[in-house]
């Protein structure tokens, strides 16, 4: 193995490692025992847990770019064209997609603001314009952006890795719903994919009301 792959595999097993330590942070199993321990910080936890993985990226990306790149494929053209639209596509719906978030409690700030002692997954189930159509809405446009830049050798470690943790983030993510929501949130994984859009799999309004309507949560 060359140390070329060796970096290669570093930068592969570190994205791994920050995968792992995110959702282990992010587990009930983690959270009830922090809970348990210091419940008197609890109101602090979601906004440590936010700080701790936007820093872990830092020597992330700051190896990703000490590794020397070689270049696998690059866009160009029409082709070049659509990319660009489809990231600043990806990026406007990310964006107009907040409005439709409590920003303030999944950054934690009004759980630090207000010295909240419960845990933050009590929310009701709600279902956005654009969870109609996907679960993970901010998954599937981090794909697009990841996927339709140039692509280095790094950034193809970087993609596969980060595409993977997604589609697992995804899964462990939806046990805990399943835990919360139960038998609302099942017939929700029925009838809406998870990741990639399609036309025959969607929730009109009427039946996205009817599905987070108090009165569906199974018993």
């Not at 980060?162 to 017939?187: C, H, M, P, T």
């Amino acid at each position: 193995m060359t140390s070329h792959s060796i970096e290669l595999l570093v930068l592969a097993l570190a994205w791994l490692a920050y995968g792992a330590l995110h959702s282990l942070l992010a587990s009930l199993d983690c959270k009830a025992w922090f809970q348990a321990r210091w419940p008197q910080h609890v109101y602090a936890y979601r906004v440590a847990f936010n700080v701790l993985a936007i820093v872990l990226l830092f020597p992330i990306l700051a190896l990703e770019q000490s590794i020397d790149a070689m270049p696998l494929w690059s866009w160009s053209g029409v082709i070049k064209v659509i990319t660009l639209s489809l990231m600043l596509a990806a990026v406007a719906g990310f964006i107009w997609s907040t409005r439709y978030y409590d920003m303030s409690h999944f950054m934690g700030i009004r759980q630090w603001r207000n010295k909240e002692s419960t845990s933050d997954d009590d929310a009701a189930f709600t279902i956005s314009p654009l969870h109609r159509f996907v679960r993970h809405p901010w998954y599937a446009f981090a794909l697009v952006i990841l996927w339709v830049r140039d692509v280095e050798n790094t950034t193809l470690a970087t993609n596969l890795m980060v595409s993977g943790y997604f589609i697992i983030g995804a899964r462990l993510e939806e046990n805990k719903l399943v835990i919360q929501f139960g038998e609302r949130y099942r017939e929700y994984q029925r009838r809406v994919p998870a990741l990639v859009p399609r036309p025959w799999r969607y929730l009109t309004p009427t039946e996205a009301s009817n599905l987070t309507a108090p009165s569906t949560a199974a018993t």
